[in-house]
Structures are given as C-alpha cells and as structure tokens.
T-cell receptor, first 116, second 115 residues
Framework: AQSVTQLGSHVSVSEGALVLLRCNYSSSVPPYLFWYVQYPNQGLQLLLKYTSAATLVKGINGFEAEFKKSETSFHLTKPSAHMSDAAEYFC??????????????FGRGTQLTVWP | NAGVTQTPKFRVLKTGQSMTLLCAQD?????MYWYRQDPGMGLRLIHY???????AKGEVPDGYNVSRLKKQNFLLGLESAAPSQTSVYFC??????????????FGPGTRLTVL
C-alpha cells in the first residue's frame, strides 16, 4: 500500500521568503503525485500534479514541485511567499496502475503560516 | 458548473441520532469518494464508488453506510451517531480511467458535531 509522509506539520516563513514543504512517498509502482491546498473553511483545491511527463511540475499561484525518484520525494516550493499562501497543504499519491481504482492516499498535511 | 456540492454545511447531532449527508456532482464523473478530516490526521477515506449502484469500503468505514442510486449523487449515512464521528466530511469525484492521473475534485465540506 502507498503511504505519504509530510515532514513538519507546521511551517512558518516571512513574506517574501522561500517556501519549502516536504513530501516523501512510498509506492511499489510508479506513482501519480498531487499537491492540494486547503484554505480555512474550504474544500481542497488542486495545486499541481505529477504525471511522469516532466520531473519539474509547475502549478497555480507560483508553486512548483520536483519529482525525485531516487529520493522518493515530491517537495513543494515557491520562491517568494505571499500572505495569501497561508493555508494547509496536502501531498497525495496514487498508483499509476489500476488496482486501487483511483484511490488517493493523503499525507497528514502541513499548515503554512506567513508572517508580514 | 457547480462542481461538487454538499448538504448540509453544518450539523449538530445527539449521540444515537441518524442523518444523511448528500453529495452531488455535475461533471459526469464515474468515481465518487467520502473522506473525513480530523486534526493532524489528513484525509481518510470512508467509502467510495466506481459507478452507479456500486460502493466499496475505504480505510475507516465502520459506523457509516453509503448509496449511489444515481450517477451524480453519493449519500453518506450515519445510522447511530457517536461522538467519535465528530469531524469534517468531504466528498470528492473524479473521472474514471486508472491509466491517467485524474485528480479528485472536492466539495466544500460538512462540519458535523456529535454531542
């Protein structure tokens, strides 16, 4: 079964600083990987997804993530944090095969705080 | 398109009461999912459905039942609510086809408190 580990349940950065949110996965087959963002009192919104077409994936709001197979990682970054980036971020993994019928496995989430 | 909608948005129940949460999607998705979100636990899958009339258990199915009588609707039922079911419930849907990383689209959530 797949699993996802997000290192750091809380991350704080100053406005304008680099954002780095870590995600490591375990999967027995090549995975599909996703980052979702959840703003307060809202549902989850897709930030970006890895589809094996390119290892560096660009998403919305200036975020990007790099797939590193050797490290089984899919860390999320943004060069310059904005106050509006404050939210909870979830990494998720899905098998590329058909056995799990599209099921996503989520990490426990990382709460990002941005200080002015 | 409204996307994925959930009703109600909030609900307070007493222990032992029953209720049904409704999820509706207008994207003609085959797959639908129910998750619960608890602090520090991420999202955990309760039940899911791969098509009209079919349902399957997820990671934490105990105490819940589901039905998918129409393709666009996915109902989650609590027959006898317990305080441990206090949570935020999210519905999601996606296209079928496991050969492509079809993302899941989420509803706004239902905040349920069981006293």
């Amino acid at each position: 079964a797949q699993s996802v580990t997000q290192l750091g349940s809380h991350v704080s950065v100053s406005e304008g600083a680099l954002v780095l949110l870590r995600c490591n996965y375990s999967s027995s087959v090549p995975p599909y990987l996703f980052w979702y963002v959840q703003y307060p009192n809202q549902g989850l919104q897709l930030l970006l997804k890895y589809t094996s077409a390119a290892t560096l994936v660009k998403g919305i709001n200036g975020f990007e993530a790099e797939f590193k197979k050797s490290e089984t990682s899919f860390h999320l970054t943004k060069p310059s944090a904005h106050m509006s980036d404050a939210a909870e971020y979830f990494c998720a993994v899905r098998d590329a095969g058909g056995s799990t019928l599209g099921r996503l496995y989520f990490g426990r989430g990382t709460q990002l705080t941005v200080w002015p | 398109n409204a996307g994925v909608t959930q009703t109600p948005k909030f609900r307070v129940l007493k222990t032992g009461q029953s209720m049904t949460l409704l999820c509706a999607q207008d994207m003609n998705h085959e797959y639908m999912y129910w998750y619960r979100q608890d602090p520090g636990m991420g999202l955990r899958l309760i039940h899911y459905s791969v098509g009209e009339g079919t349902t399957a258990k997820g990671e934490v199915p105990d105490g819940y039942n589901v039905s998918r009588l129409k393709k666009q609707n996915f109902l989650l039922g609590l027959e006898s609510a317990a305080p441990s079911q206090t949570s935020v419930y999210f519905c999601a849907s996606s296209y079928s086809g496991t050969a492509y990383p079809n993302e899941q689209f989420f509803g706004p959530g239902t905040r349920l408190t069981v006293l």
